[in-house]
Nanobody, 124 residues
């Protein structure tokens, strides 16, 4: 079992930045691939970004590529999502997730553990 706790969400103006953190406890953090997903009201949960166990490979949705950066610190059991140039359409609840298996890490079904989510609201 692993517990995931997100933090860092909030209200920000369009064009601004936020840094989300996801702290993990339980099994060895470095044994999980990690991902960030988001869900806006009335919409399905969508992939945002993922990072492999070593942190060597990262993946991004087209809508955030070039604006968001995922990273991890295995010594601190934490994964981060740096979000720059935020847009109104980035407003959503952001979830971090941990995957024990192997795959593309794009589908929610590939992840075994989820955090409770943190709200990000971008205003005009």
């Amino acid at each position: 079992q692993v517990q995931l706790v997100e933090s860092g969400g909030g209200l920000v103006q369009a064009g601004g930045s936020l840094r989300l953190s996801c702290a993990a406890s339980g099994r060895t953090f470095s044994s999980y691939a990690m991902g960030w997903f988001r869900q806006a009201p009335g919409k399905e949960r969508e992939f945002v970004s993922a990072i492999t166990r070593s942190g060597f490979n990262t993946y991004y949705a087209g809508s955030v590529k070039g604006r968001f950066t995922i990273s991890r610190d295995n010594a601190k059991n934490t994964v981060y999502l740096q979000m720059n140039s935020l847009k109104l359409e980035d407003t959503a609840v952001y979830y971090c997730a941990a995957a024990t298996g192997w795959g593309t890490f794009i589908a929610p079904s590939e992840y075994d553990y989820w955090g409770q989510g943190t709200q990000v609201t971008v205003s005009s």
